[in-house]
């Protein structure tokens, strides 16, 4: 067992699991209750491994490759509204619905059997160097510890969402169903235009075809999803929305789209910290087939 810090990040328990400390009980409540239906498609992730970009990916994939005036202008929320955070009644009231962004585990999340499942995993200490990030650029958190604090907090589940391992072994159990696709941050990194491919064909294969007959189409999903225009575009959209929100209120030292690599987490362990993390993921996945997915 790895001891606990002193300083730990909040979070706000509702119903024995954990959310963000600023999401409004109701709204998780009404997001917990809410009834999946045929036509939706949920973008699921343990939080940090890719949620943003393949929301972006998926609001460009419905059109055209561009980015909708609405995004542009707000948020990708305003097509991808975020289900514990936003409640039920954000999709009822979503008239240009995409997606549906959610952190939840299998059990927990909306289930329809006609409704689609996008899961996107990332290797575990890059998910977690990304999430200490995260908590220090939302002051909700209200977090001053060091890196190795924040560790100590995810190896334990004491953080919003709780434990990846929880998470990632219960969409695991369901990568082979037809209705989910399981994806990897890593895969998306290492060959885009293949990921896009495989977006489109679990959507329909009128959309794979769409974008196969049309190079412009992927082209600009390839351009308009990019790390670095993502970096220009998405976080000047999630600062409005935090500028209007002063709860919300981010410092501006850190950045939501941030480095957007793999293995970041050589730049931020330390040997012990190393170590304690290769336990954790023996503990969490041995004899799984998860334990091949990442490099050491
Ligand atoms: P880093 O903090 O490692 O840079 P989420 O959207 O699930 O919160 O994940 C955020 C992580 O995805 C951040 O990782 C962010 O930089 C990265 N990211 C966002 N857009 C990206 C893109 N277009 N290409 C690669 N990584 C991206």
């Known amino acids: ?20 400390p600023l999401f409004r009980t109701e709204n998780i409540k009404s997001g917990l209750n809410y009834k999946a239906k045929d036509s939706d498609k949920f973008i699921v992730t343990f939080p940090k491994c890719g949620t943003t970009w393949t929301m972006q990916i998926c609001v460009l994939l419905f059109n055209d490759g561009d980015v909708p005036n609405d995004v542009a202008e707000k948020t990708l929320y305003v097509r991808i509204p975020f289900l514990e955070s936003m409640g039920a009644q954000a999709i009822d009231q ?3 619905l995409t997606a549906i962004k959610t952190h939840l585990p299998f059990d927990l999340t909306p289930y329809n059997p006609n409704a689609k499942y996008i899961y996107v995993a990332r290797n575990p200490k890059d998910a977690c160097v ?3 990030h995260h908590h220090k650029l939302f002051r909700e958190y209200e977090f001053d510890g060091s890196f190795h604090d924040f560790m100590l907090c995810w190896l334990n589940g004491e953080i919003e969402c709780g434990s ?6 219960s969409w695991w159990n369901h990568k082979d169903d037809d209705n989910v696709l399981f994806l990897l941050y890593e895969e998306m990194k290492d060959n885009i235009r293949e990921a896009i491919l495989k977006m489109a064909t679990f959507f329909g294969k009128e959309y794979r075809t769409k974008i196969e007959e ?3 189409i992927l082209n600009k999903i390839v351009k ?12 000047k959209s999630f600062e409005m929305r935090s500028r209007a929100n ?15 690599i793999v293995g970041d987490w050589k730049n931020h362990f330390t040997d012990e910290d190393n170590q304690l993390f290769e336990a ?7 004899g799984s087939e998860i334990e091949s997915l990442w490099d050491k």
Do not use: C
Not at 1 to 20: D, E, G, R, S
Not at 224 to 235: A, L
Not at 280 to 286: E, I, L, N, P, Y
């Open 1 to 20: 067992k790895v001891p606990l810090p002193i300083k730990q990040p909040k979070y706000n328990l509702v119903q024995n699991f954990k959310f963000a």
């Open 94 to 96: 979503t008239s240009s």
């Open 130 to 132: 990304s999430f200490y």
């Open 164 to 169: 990846y391992k929880d998470n990632l072994l």
């Open 214 to 216: 049309n190079a412009e």
């Open 224 to 235: 308009n999803s990019d790390f670095t225009f993502m970096k220009q575009t998405t976080n």
């Open 246 to 260: 002063a709860a919300i209120a981010e410092n501006r030292d850190y950045e939501f789209i941030r480095k957007g």
């Open 280 to 286: 954790w993921f023996r503990d969490s996945f041995s």
